[in-house]
């Protein structure tokens, strides 16, 4: 899909646009985030049809009035 030198190419550009100083914080901060993903994902697994949900709603209508 993508070759060596798009990837490269865009790697630069995100290095010049955010700032070399900021990328290993923007990396430690993606790799917490897909943890947190993958324990939450494997969570849902786990519990599975166990829970309830939560809350239902229902919608009513109300009659619109004539005087309007």
Known sequence: MFGLSEIAILL?????????KKLPELARNAGKASRI?????????A???????????TVR?????EDR
């Open 12 to 20: 630069v550009v995100v290095a010049l646009v955010v700032g070399v």
């Open 37 to 45: 993903l993958k324990a939450e994902a494997r969570e849902m697994k």
């Open 47 to 57: 519990d599975g049809a166990r829970k309830e949900p939560a809350a239902t709603y």
């Open 61 to 65: 209508e109300t009659p619109a009035s």
